[in-house]
């Protein structure tokens, strides 16, 4: 299983923001929604062996963890505006600290990063890492942080975890999860 995960700092917790308005009154949730895409798409199908937590810390009630699981979840499709809906509908339900499932393999809960954390197995995705290339072994789960940095609060709890870099450049998250997918694809394949 490949695990995702993405901070999305200013992203909604709650179902009335506008489809129309993505990268702007709806807090950045076009870059959650293409991380999604690049965490479980690849053409004409899903990563079913690939999951993305969305850690939504916007108003109006969070923290919020929304989970998306390629093995189970249907219809959905590369781009970012109906993806954004079915996150939509997931907000709308009443949350507690159990998943609570809005359609196949969509899933909502109230927790932040601190939890997830705690599940263990995570390494944080980042420029300033030690290159991916030199790891025999990658984790499974891999946190990473939306357009901005992660908070002093935030690196507070994310000491000890690996800190991995899949290139030089400082990328977009969804491009970093796509270079690191690639990555896994060769490995899984003995491509290298
Ligand atoms: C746009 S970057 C965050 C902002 C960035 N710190 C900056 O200075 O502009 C989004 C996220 O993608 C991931 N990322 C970007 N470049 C990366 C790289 N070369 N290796 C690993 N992760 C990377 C990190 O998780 C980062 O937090």
């Not at 999305?8 to 999604?36: E, K, Q, W, Y």
């Not at 600290?97 to 944080?124: K, M, N, T």
């Not at 999860?177 to 990555?183: A, G």
């Amino acid at each position: 299983m490949r695990t995702f995960a993405v901070v999305g700092h200013l992203a909604p917790t709650g179902n009335g923001f506008p489809l129309d308005d993505l990268p702007g009154s709806a807090g950045r949730m076009d870059i959650l929604c293409r991380c999604v895409n690049a965490a479980l798409s690849i053409s004409h199908g899903i990563r079913r062996d690939a999951e993305i937590h969305l850690i939504l810390l916007g108003p109006p009630s969070p923290p919020k963890d929304l989970l998306l699981q390629g093995s189970v979840v249907r219809s959905l499709s590369p781009d970012e505006r109906s993806t954004a809906a079915l996150i939509r509908k997931a907000l709308a339900l009443p949350t507690g600290e159990s998943f609570r499932e809005s359609s196949p393999g969509i899933l909502v809960r109230r927790g932040g990063l601190a939890g997830l954390i705690a599940d263990g197995g995570y390494a944080v995705l980042s420029e300033d890492g030690r290159d991916m290339r030199t790891f025999p072994d990658l984790p499974g789960a891999f946190l990473l942080s939306d357009h901005l940095d992660f908070t002093a609060e935030e690196e507070e709890i994310l000491p000890g975890l690996p800190r991995i870099s899949v290139g030089p450049r400082v990328l977009h998250a969804d491009h970093a999860i796509t270079v690191l997918q690639n990555e896994l694809d060769r490995r899984e394949a003995g491509w290298s």
